[in-house]
């Protein structure tokens, strides 16, 4: 026995002689997250999380065909549902989670607002979760222009479009991000250029520091959960159970990403021409929607300034008050529920659902 | 230089300022000069109706040609008896028979049409007068289609746009108001049937429905300024001016010769002239609403009536097999997997199955299986690449129920060893 112990190797002590990773496991097996009616949101800023990295996974293989470039990208994305083996699967995956990272983006934001998870200490870890947002979009954006289809060149047209109404750096911004004053094969270099090396980059360092955060501080509870008593405190430990937990949620992510795939493929269309009208109903993706519905239903001008600016200015001012709620949230410092501010949320919630169906219906 | 000198020099370029002003005028304030339209206008109802024709946009009326041009008088005279006077040339309203001679005085003047256009054909007026309407107007009919009953009067639009009455969609309609004259046709011993003939045809379809500029309207085939009737003798020669591939295999078929024997008129005789229906395989049979056994009876001497029974079966085949390959293509296409190699090779064989129609005409059973077998081998293709398709879907689907499963045991694997745990806990505490 004495000989067996000395012959056996010990993989744990092996790592420890050359990193401590001793507090890492503590800080894991420490941590607690809250059980409560709310538990269920925890586990969609997880799932968000793992369709990112399917996002990382399936955007690094289709790497290995795709050409960026007028002549060669729709071409490129032919060949990978094509010709490549199980290129269709790779494509599709990456599109379907695209579209269920930016739904499971949104969901994760507005039941952290709902349930007040901005309030101190956690301003930072929402602010961080607000750029990560925008960074979404943003890969949404690029990325659907780069199969060079019709649609897509279309969408990016009237999506750039709209960025240039922007006074004093619109114009200035447009030109950057199409590369010229038209969309051509220099903005699909740039998109492309966006889409696998500047968003991805500047995402993950946001989303290390917004990993650290949650990790540091620990789930945010409920106001009504932390006014109960501590015996009456249910919780459960991060690692294993949270964790395991999430990776129930993940595996089911993952058969309904692969039904998607499968059965509602996603379409590669007519390769984009520049030369052509653009075909009856061209409109964005889902997630803009609600924003180009109300673009589209605001009067050309309005108090003496123009609709269509009116409403960008507004969406950015929206957008920037969003982010800084947990400063004017002055009753969530307090530890207190807000009812105007969740009114405020549902109205939000309800104008976005009925400007999105408006947008597909009317 | 003397103080007087200079003054009139300074006058110089004054002049040359108003000229110019006067030049660049607007044609409104020139019109405004016109004694023609001032009081047209003043008088109202059916007499100011001319001025306000021209202001619709002629094109008379745009290069400046004011009435005078050509009804002649003086515009400049506000005295109406003046203007109207025929020392001043007055010619006033023309009759119909006058018409054509009216507007061919600038019309057939190659000089002075060569200011307007270069291109603007001056032959115009000669061919009338070789049309049916020229030739009847000549006999003395006025109830004949002059220049104003298709270009209009007071509101010509040039022919290539698209208001004019003789932009090509239109011109079926601008015919039918006296072709479709029950009355006045009937006078003529003419059909008055043929627009609605015209535009159930394929033809008409075509340009009507779908607004293919590319499909004949009447002028096409009758011709405009010198319209007449082609005659069985020249009806092919018409229909050969589009159809050109088709009519050289009815030209080298037996066919020809025995539709002059019979005096059939070509084309037509299978095809009908202005109720022209969409080519249907149909056609082929020899019993029912098929061309074929019109002519051809099973005693034929000469095995006309066998050979368009094969005929008919070998196109029958072709588009059958094509009808099966599109559906197994479009069922693959449903399931998702792409097929676009397949859809080319699809369009292939479309192109096959159309060639062999065209084919027929030459009635000659060896050419048309040759072109059928050459459309079937392609088919057979897009038949094999539909099943690889459908069988790709089937691996598919039962690679994604196998990783489901083993996902889904994982699951059960993962949740009992959450409740293994938590239940150990709960015990401990």
Redesign the interface.
């Known amino acids: 026995m004495a000989a067996d112990t000395k012959t056996s190797f010990d993989l744990k002590k092996w790592f420890k002689d050359r990193y401590d990773f001793g507090p890492f496991l503590d800080l894991a097996k420490h941590k607690i997250v809250p059980i409560h009616h709310h538990t269920i949101w925890y586990y969609f800023g997880g799932i968000t999380l793992f369709l990112f990295l399917v996002q990382v996974l399936t955007g690094i293989l289709l790497l290995l065909y795709y050409r960026p470039g007028a002549d060669s990208a729709f071409e490129s994305v032919q060949f990978i549902i094509t010709q490549v083996k199980f290129g269709w699967l790779i494509r599709s995956l990456h599109s379907w989670s695209a579209n269920l990272m930016v739904l499971a983006a949104f969901i994760h934001m507005f039941s952290n607002f709902f349930v007040q998870s901005y309030r101190k200490p956690r301003e930072f870890t929402w602010l961080s979760g607000m750029l990560l947002f925008g960074l979404t979009l943003g890969f949404g954006f690029s990325g659907y222009l780069l199969p060079w289809n019709e649609l897509a060149f279309f969408a990016t047209k009237v999506g750039t479009d709209i960025i240039g109404v922007v006074p004093v750096v619109g114009k200035p911004l447009l030109i950057f991000l199409r590369g010229s004053e038209d969309v051509t094969g220099a903005t699909l270099n740039r998109f492309f250029g966006f889409h696998v090396a500047l968003l991805p980059l500047t995402f993950l360092g946001f989303l290390t520091i917004h990993l650290l955060f949650v990790q540091d501080q620990g789930m945010a509870e409920p106001i009504s959960y932390s006014k109960l008593p501590k015996e009456k405190q249910r919780s459960m430990a991060f690692f294993p159970n949270f964790v395991l937990r999430d990776l129930i949620g993940w595996l089911f992510v993952l058969i309904i990403l692969t039904l998607l795939a499968l059965f509602f493929p996603w379409e590669l269309g007519k390769k984009a021409d520049l030369f052509a009208s653009a075909p009856a109903g061209i409109k964005p993706e889902w997630y803009f929607m609600f924003m180009f519905q109300t673009l589209k239903l605001l009067p050309s001008t309005l108090f003496f300034i123009e609709g269509e600016l009116l409403g960008i200015l507004g969406f950015g001012l929206g957008a920037l008050l969003w982010a800084l709620v947990p400063f004017f949230d002055k009753r969530g410092s307090e530890n207190r529920s807000n009812p105007f501010l969740r009114i405020i949320g549902v109205a939000i919630v309800l104008y976005i659902l009925a400007m999105t169906v408006a947008g597909y219906v009317l | 230089m003397s103080f007087k000198r200079r003054h009139v020099l300074c006058l110089i370029p004054a002049a040359l300022v108003v000229s110019l002003l006067l030049v660049l005028s607007p044609y409104e304030e020139c019109l405004a000069q016109n004694s023609c339209r001032d009081c047209h206008k003043e008088l109202g109802d059916a007499l100011a109706q001319p001025v306000l024709d021209m202001d619709k946009g002629d094109i008379h009326a745009s290069r400046n040609l004011s009435c005078a041009d050509c009804h002649g008088g003086d515009p400049t005279s506000e005295d109406a008896e003046i203007a109207m006077s025929s020392k001043k040339g007055f010619l006033g309203k023309p009759t119909t028979a006058k018409v054509p001679e009216f507007c061919a005085r600038c019309h057939s003047n190659p000089g002075y049409m060569r200011n307007y256009s270069v291109s603007i054909p001056t032959d115009q007026y000669e061919k009338y007068w070789g049309s049916q309407h020229g030739m009847t107007l000549k006999k003395g009919g006025t109830d004949v289609a002059t220049c104003i009953n298709c270009h209009g009067v007071h509101t010509i639009y040039p022919a290539k746009n698209p208001q004019s009455s003789v932009w090509p969609v239109s011109v079926p309609k601008t015919c039918d108001k006296c072709h479709g004259n029950e009355a006045l046709m009937k006078k003529y011993g003419r059909d008055y049937s043929t627009y609605k003939d015209y535009a159930a045809g394929v033809h008409g379809q075509a340009l009507l429905v779908k607004k293919d500029l590319g499909a004949p309207a009447c002028n096409d085939c009758h011709g405009n300024h010198g319209a007449v009737p082609p005659g069985v003798d020249i009806v092919a020669q018409v229909c050969r001016e589009c159809h050109a591939s088709t009519a050289e295999l009815f030209l080298s078929s037996p066919h020809k010769a025995a539709f002059d024997a019979l005096k059939l008129p070509e084309c037509v005789a299978c095809h009908s002239n202005h109720r022209i229906e969409r080519p249907k395989d149909q056609f082929l049979s020899v019993t029912g609403e098929g061309f074929c056994g019109k002519c051809h009876s099973a005693d034929d001497a000469n095995n006309g009536y066998k050979t368009a029974i094969l005929i008919k079966a070998a196109i029958d085949s072709l588009r059958e097999q094509q009808a099966e390959a599109a559906s197994l293509i479009d069922a693959a296409e449903k399931k998702?997997?792409?097929v676009?190699?397949a859809k080319f090779l699809l369009k292939d064989s479309q192109d096959a199955l159309l060639k062999s129609r065209d084919a027929i005409h030459t009635v000659n059973l060896e050419k048309v299986e040759a072109s059928v077998k050459a459309g079937l081998n392609i088919t057979q293709k897009v038949m094999q690449m539909g099943r690889q398709a459908l069988d790709e879907f089937r691996f598919?689907?039962s690679g994604?129920f196998i990783?489901?499963i083993l996902?889904?045991l994982?699951?059960i694997g993962?949740?009992l060893?959450?409740r293994q745990?938590?239940q150990r806990t709960n015990s401990k505490s």
Request: glycine share 4%.
């Open positions: 998702g997997v792409a676009n190699e598919r689907t994604w990783s489901t996902i889904l994982l699951i993962i949740w060893k959450i745990m938590e």
